[in-house]
């Protein structure tokens, strides 16, 4: 059972439709206060830059969301989308966007089912179905530039200040060379 981390049927989960990306920045953080109040266990997805999707004006990496829940004190766990990551007959955005967030205080929650705590590193995923329709979609549309690339590219680099300076470095040389 995918949600087997929960001890007992009576624990409150929230489970969040994936529809953060329709509101404002400043609207998604009063959403993610509310969702915090309502409840310890929060089963969350929201769309992520360059998805798409019809009105999506908050498309932000499931990092950025986590550290949302973070100022609530909420931990990010990654335990549903290895579970179903290959599975197509779930729609692939949830199969990508799904994370669950657990208040330490949640007395309900088997912490050992839902394994380590996520990184930025591990959350951030594209799943390749996806990054190809965005890929195609964005080339039809005359959006993807070289300078999209990059950016993309220096958000799945190492982070820390160092390795930051030395990618910009690198890619604002070749990309001088392309514009």
Not at 158 to 167: E, I, L, N, S, W
Request: charged share 20%; proline share 7%; hydrophobic share 40%.
């Amino acid at each position: 059972m995918v949600l087997g981390f929960l001890n007992r049927v009576s624990t409150a989960a929230l489970i969040s439709p994936p529809s953060t990306s329709h509101l404002t920045p400043e609207a998604g953080e009063r959403f993610i206060a509310t969702l915090c109040k309502g409840s310890q266990v929060v089963l969350f997805s929201a769309a992520i830059p360059d998805q798409g999707g019809s009105n999506h004006i908050n498309e932000q990496w499931q990092s950025y969301w986590a550290r949302r829940f973070a100022q609530h004190e909420f931990e990010c766990f990654d335990p549903i989308r290895p579970a179903i990551w290959s599975d197509t007959a779930i729609y692939p955005w949830y199969r990508q966007n799904m994370l669950v967030f657990v208040h330490p205080s949640a007395a309900n929650v088997d912490r050992v089912a839902l394994g380590p705590q996520a990184t930025a590193r591990s959350m951030d995923l594209v799943l390749p179905e996806m990054y190809e329709g965005t890929v195609e979609r964005l080339k039809t549309a005359g959006r993807i530039t070289p300078r999209r690339i990059a950016r993309n590219i220096l958000h799945a680099l190492p982070y820390g200040k160092d390795a930051h300076v030395a990618a910009h470095r690198f890619f604002r040389t070749r990309l001088s060379r392309l514009t």
